[in-house]
């Protein structure tokens, strides 16, 4: 069995989104295959944005953050679910993993870029949902902000494989769609993939 962290990155906390559905959808999957579940939402997380080179690589890591962390480096295998917003992942997610993915934490400065990950041994999924089809975002788009994030960020701090789901059209996704996605979910929650 593995140790999963879901982390919820749908900025509003005020209302129930597809997001919020699909990693409660995951969870559940996971957790009847008997796999450990950790979560974090973080819209419900208060933490600063960082504002420096300096403040990120040896500022007072925040104890939202420091926990998160922890999390993070409990876990094997990590969901990120998160709205596409003006191309890419909202601010909010950006901010947090600014924060979170440090250096010394998620990787060092000593060892250069090639050899300096220190979150390796974790898998990683991305479910992106987006008003657009999903074949427009990777056609037009060219997915480009997926493959930043799995290059630039969780690829150079280890995590592999990192696979991802995009769910488009989710404006005018009808109940039957919606309900595919969800079990789709659960399938991937219990299968810790």
């Given at each position: 069995?593995?140790?999963?962290?879901?982390?919820?990155?749908?900025?509003?906390?005020?209302?129930?989104?597809?997001?919020?559905?699909?990693?409660?959808?995951?969870a559940?999957?996971?957790?009847?295959?008997?796999?450990a579940?950790?979560?974090?939402?973080?819209?419900?997380?208060?933490?600063?944005?960082?504002?420096?080179?300096?403040?990120?690589?040896?500022?007072?890591v925040?104890?939202?953050?420091?926990?998160?962390?922890?999390?993070?480096r409990?876990?094997?295998?990590?969901?990120l679910?998160?709205?596409?917003?003006?191309?890419?992942?909202?601010?909010?997610?950006?901010?947090?993993?600014?924060?979170?993915?440090?250096?010394?934490?998620?990787?060092?400065?000593?060892?250069?870029?090639?050899?300096?990950?220190?979150?390796?041994g974790?898998?990683?999924?991305?479910?992106?949902?987006?008003?657009?089809p999903?074949?427009f975002?990777?056609?037009?788009?060219?997915?480009?902000?997926?493959?930043?994030?799995?290059?630039?960020?969780?690829?150079?701090?280890?995590?592999?494989?990192?696979?991802?789901?995009?769910?488009?059209?989710?404006?005018?996704?009808?109940?039957?769609?919606?309900?595919?996605?969800?079990?789709?979910?659960?399938?991937?929650?219990?299968?810790?993939?």
């Amino acid at each position: 069995m593995s140790r999963i962290l879901i982390v919820q990155g749908h900025p509003d906390a005020g209302e129930h989104h597809l997001c919020h559905a699909l990693a409660d959808a995951y969870a559940t999957g996971a957790a009847g295959a008997g796999h450990a579940v950790a979560r974090l939402d973080l819209a419900r997380i208060d933490f600063p944005l960082l504002r420096s080179q300096k403040e990120q690589e040896s500022g007072v890591v925040p104890a939202a953050i420091s926990a998160a962390q922890a999390e993070i480096r409990a876990a094997e295998h990590v969901v990120l679910v998160f709205p596409l917003w003006l191309g890419g992942m909202p601010a909010l997610v950006k901010a947090f993993f600014e924060q979170a993915l440090r250096p010394g934490f998620a990787y060092s400065t000593e060892l250069g870029p090639l050899k300096g990950a220190l979150l390796k041994g974790r898998s990683l999924r991305i479910v992106i949902t987006m008003g657009m089809p999903a074949w427009f975002y990777r056609l037009v788009y060219g997915a480009h902000s997926l493959k930043a994030m799995k290059v630039g960020m969780f690829g150079f701090v280890g995590f592999k494989p990192i696979r991802a789901s995009l769910i488009g059209n989710v404006a005018g996704k009808d109940g039957r769609g919606r309900e595919k996605w969800l079990a789709r979910m659960k399938e991937l929650g219990a299968a810790a993939a």
